[in-house]
């Protein structure tokens, strides 16, 4: 199993950005699909974004289409969300997950989850 350790979450003001990091270590990181959930107070987890091994191909929600954007470095083991406009419904608690297939939408889907980081955009 990888192990995944999340970082940049903040406070932000509405329309501003944020770069969330998730690095991995433990297992063969390009062997992973990657993806990023969040789960806001009271709700669901809810998919975000994904991306396939080689970063060729990544797939979002609709609620982030055309705001955010998913990445990876496989050099260095790591997996990004570029948060770009953010609203306050963005506000949530981020966390990147693994899995071995694709596609990789579902939480149950992915085997090994960071701890989350916690992302709070203020109007």
């Known amino acids: 199993q990888v192990q995944l350790v999340e970082s940049g979450g903040g406070l932000v003001q509405a329309g501003g950005s944020l770069r969330l990091s998730c690095a991995a270590s433990g297992g063969t990181f390009s062997n992973y699909v990657m993806g990023w959930f969040r789960q806001a107070p009271g709700k669901e987890r809810e998919f975000v974004a994904a991306v396939k091994w080689s970063g060729t191909y990544t797939y979002y929600s609709d609620s982030v289409k055309g705001r955010f954007t998913i990445s990876r470095d496989n050099a260095k083991n790591t997996v990004y969300l570029q948060m770009n406009s953010l609203k306050r419904e963005d506000t949530a608690v981020y966390s990147c997950?693994?899995?071995?297939?694709?596609?990789?939408?579902?939480?149950?889907?992915?085997?090994?989850w960071g701890q989350g980081t916690q992302v709070t955009v203020s109007s």
């Open positions: 997950a693994a899995a071995r297939v694709w596609p990789a939408t579902l939480p149950a889907d992915f085997g090994s």
